[in-house]
């Protein structure tokens, strides 16, 4: 049932080396999708936000991209730091009029020094 | 300016007890939200209001009520907290006409029941 799908669960990275997060989701249609870091302990705060007819957002060294035929969407994180020690959860907006969103569980980074 | 705060931070009741959440925000947001988040799974929603004075239900209502009586706050209650409400409770707010995803996240109270 769950609408927003994210791989992989968990990661660990070497600081100063990419990273590539996915997001499969079934919502269809809908308004945008959004990626969001959570640091342990904070609130959700988002990063970037596509609209169905965007295919790339970026934000600093985070990339999202979108690939509204296959319902795949990607947060690519570009010469990781400590900092970017968190979970980033994908969001996606239920179809137009509908106040709700769908969340997925998350891929928790963890970037070693 | 704030942007959305919650209180408290922490809080242990025994079963049974009730309490209440308050979420605050000053950037004048039509929309405000109640949300859990729990170990393994993404966050889900409670309540939402889309104006002073009103409410609706979200995906998980049951053992929660709301009110919106000002703006700026939007209160959750626990009348007879059980120990499936032990969670960490989040608030958002958003103005109207961004569109659903632009919502902006207090900093969370986790709450234990024993």
């Known amino acids: 049932k769950n609408q927003v799908e994210q791989s992989p669960q968990s990661l660990i990275i070497l600081e100063g080396k990419n990273c590539t997060l996915q997001c499969n989701y079934t919502v269809s249609p809908f308004s945008n999708l959004r990626w969001y870091k959570q640091d342990t302990g904070r609130g959700p705060v988002s990063l970037t936000i596509m609209t169905f007819s965007e295919n790339t957002k970026s934000n600093g060294r985070y990339t999202a991209t979108l690939d509204a035929d296959t319902k795949q969407s990607s947060l690519h994180i570009t010469a990781s730091q400590l900092s970017d020690s968190a979970s980033y959860i994908c969001v996606v907006s239920l179809p137009p009029g509908n106040n709700r969103l769908a969340f997925g569980k998350g891929n928790q980074v963890v970037v070693i020094p | 300016n704030a942007g959305v705060t919650q209180t408290p931070k922490f809080r242990v009741l025994k079963t049974g007890q009730s309490m209440t959440l308050l979420c605050a925000q000053d950037?004048?947001?039509?929309?405000m939200y109640w949300y859990r988040q729990d170990p393994g799974m993404g966050l889900r929603l409670i309540h939402y209001?889309?104006?002073?004075?009103?409410?609706a239900k979200g995906e998980v209502p049951d053992g929660y009520n709301v009110s919106r009586l000002k703006k700026q706050n939007f209160l959750l209650g626990l009348e007879s907290a059980a120990p499936s409400q032990t969670s960490v409770y989040f608030c958002?707010?958003?103005?109207?006409?961004?569109?659903?995803?632009?919502?902006?996240f207090g900093p969370g109270t986790r709450l234990t029941v024993l």
């Open positions: 958002a707010s958003r103005p109207p006409g961004l569109g659903a995803n632009e919502q902006f």
């Open positions: 950037m004048n947001h039509e929309y």
């Open positions: 209001s889309v104006g002073e004075g009103t409410t």
